[in-house]
């Protein structure tokens, strides 16, 4: 198996008793095949926001957001019909 350190991302999640060694890790580097892998403090997998306090609020307002938009799309191309209509699609 190899590992491509452009396409990796380091993310360090610390306990919450040990959250204060954080600043101490901006120092550190971690490399793949004497490569310097990129330290992110968040970060997208499997369609989920991982942040490295383990705050899930960055992901949920994400998922909003995106909600808003699909039913303002809808919305927006079915405008002229009843609200039963409109319910149904919606709900």
Do not use: W
Request: net charge neutral; aromatic share 8%; proline share 2%.
């Amino acid at each position: 198996m190899s590992f491509n350190a452009q396409k990796s991302k380091c993310l360090v999640i610390l306990p919450r008793t040990r959250r204060f060694l954080a600043p101490l890790l901006s120092d550190c580097t971690f490399q793949i095949g004497g490569n310097d892998m990129e330290m992110v403090s968040s970060y997208c997998h499997l369609g989920h926001i991982v942040t490295s306090n383990l705050d899930d609020s960055v992901d949920i307002s994400n998922r909003q957001s995106s909600f808003t938009r699909q039913v303002n799309s809808l919305l927006c191309s079915f405008g002229d019909l009843s609200y039963d209509v409109k319910n149904l699609l919606v709900c």
